[in-house]
T-cell receptor
Framework: GAVVSQHPSRVICKSGTSVKIECRSL??????MFWYRQFPKKSLMLMAT?????????EQGVEKDKFLINHASLTLSTLTVTSAHPEDSSFYIC??????????FGQGTRLTVV | GQQVMQIPQYQHVQEGEDFTTYCNSS?????IQWYKQRPGGHPVFLIQ?????EVKKQKRLTFQFGEAKKNSSLHITATQTTDVGTYFC????????FGSGTKLNVKP
């Protein structure tokens, strides 16, 4: 299966700053990647679909100006949490899927905004 | 977005007892997948079901896809402490939406 690397695994930032999370597909050219958010003891909530070379598609209720997604190459998608606030603290995880096949997840990034 | 409902939210069993979690969608799914997430870890793929009425087995785990392709279940026979974790279904509506998950705790 595909190997997905996500970085950083943990980050603590001050309120008002921006944080960039990287998702790399190491052995698979991913035209599409997905970003999820998981609150403690909750399920994974699909935030957006990252499309290589074009704009990301955001799910209803997700602020696109708050969560900037860039998918500049077939192996890298980035999620930037802009002007982070404590309520943005969460576990963010990306995935790569090849159409109808299984999704391969990155290790996730635990963001804490203080 | 699309919704996939999953029950129960929690299940506590004694080691050796069986466990079942259920997923329901209001609309027909093209396929459904099941994942397991250990505490502190990321979701790990277990299986994908595609055909109406499909049943697949992996050792003590049995997965079913409903005839209408709107519901699915995961059954674990004779649970072990290694089965502890949260089990998620993910319905495919051209992209995957996850159920709320069932957290399984197994007492030795």
């Amino acid at each position: 299966g595909a190997v997905v690397s996500q970085h950083p695994s943990r980050v603590i930032c001050k309120s008002g700053t921006s944080v960039k999370i990287e998702c790399r597909s190491l052995d698979f050219q991913a035209t599409t990647m997905f970003w999820y958010r998981q609150f403690p003891k909750k399920s994974l909530m699909l935030m957006a679909t990252s499309n290589e070379g074009s704009k990301a598609t955001y799910e209803q209720g997700v602020e696109k100006d708050k969560f900037l997604i860039n998918h500049a190459s077939l192996t890298l998608s980035t999620l930037t949490v802009t002007s982070a606030h404590p309520e943005d603290s969460s576990f963010y995880i990306c995935s790569v899927t090849g159409g109808n096949t299984e999704a391969f997840f990155g290790q996730g990034t635990r963001l804490t905004v203080v | 977005g699309q919704q996939v409902m999953q029950i129960p939210q929690y299940q506590h069993v004694q080691e050796g007892e069986d466990f079942t979690t259920y997923c329901n969608s209001s609309t027909t799914l093209s396929n459904i997948q099941w994942y397991k997430q250990r505490p502190g870890g990321h979701p790990v793929f277990l299986i994908q079901l595609v055909k109406s009425g499909e049943v697949k087995k992996q050792k003590r785990l049995t997965f079913q896809f409903g005839e209408a392709k709107k519901n699915s279940s995961l059954h674990i026979t004779a649970t072990q402490t290694t089965d502890v974790g949260t089990y998620f279904c993910a319905g495919n509506f051209n992209k995957f939406y996850f159920g709320s998950g069932t957290k399984l705790n197994v007492k030795p």
